[in-house]
């Protein structure tokens, strides 16, 4: 039994796994974390662009010559 837990504690195998899931939280975390900083600054770029596109004519009393 002795040997059991003298093993136990000195095996590692799970210890990277471990050590990645945590990397990945982080990075999954930053990520939620930025863009939940920029959406509302994106919403009101998107807002913007739309009311300035609204009523845009292109291409309309153009003429060109060859």
Known sequence: MI???KNFRADEDGAVT???VVLTAA???LG???VAT???S???L???IASGVTG???GAGTTTTP
């Open 3 to 5: 040997n059991f837990i």
């Open 18 to 20: 471990v050590d990645w």
């Open 27 to 29: 990075v999954v975390g």
């Open 32 to 34: 939620v974390a930025g």
């Open 38 to 40: 920029v959406r509302g």
């Open 42 to 44: 994106v919403q009101t």
């Open 46 to 48: 998107a807002t913007n």
């Open 56 to 58: 845009t004519t292109v």
